[in-house]
């Protein structure tokens, strides 16, 4: 969902990019959501730190998706 070599992009959804085996999961609307979600939180807590995607901690964001419900398998 980061690309590389784009400062502080995050692509969700279908346009993201991943293994073609992979594609027919990731396309449907449920998944999309919920990388929308994700996108959206990461966003919010690099907005309040310094601003850099990359360096978001990815514990704290998948601990904060499931307080919101988020299901992980």
Excluded: W
């Excluded at 692509?11 to 999309?32: E, F, L, T, Y």
């Excluded at 979600?37 to 704290?60: L, M, Q, R």
């Amino acid at each position: 969902m980061l690309p590389q070599g784009v400062k502080n992009v995050i692509v969700a959804g279908r346009s993201i990019s991943c293994d073609k085996r992979i594609q027919g999961s990731v396309r449907v609307m449920p998944v999309c959501l919920t990388m929308g979600e994700a996108a959206g939180v990461a966003a919010a807590f690099a907005a309040n730190a310094n601003g850099d995607v990359h360096a978001v901690d990815t514990d704290k964001l998948r601990e904060t998706l499931r307080e919101n419900g988020a299901y992980f398998h």
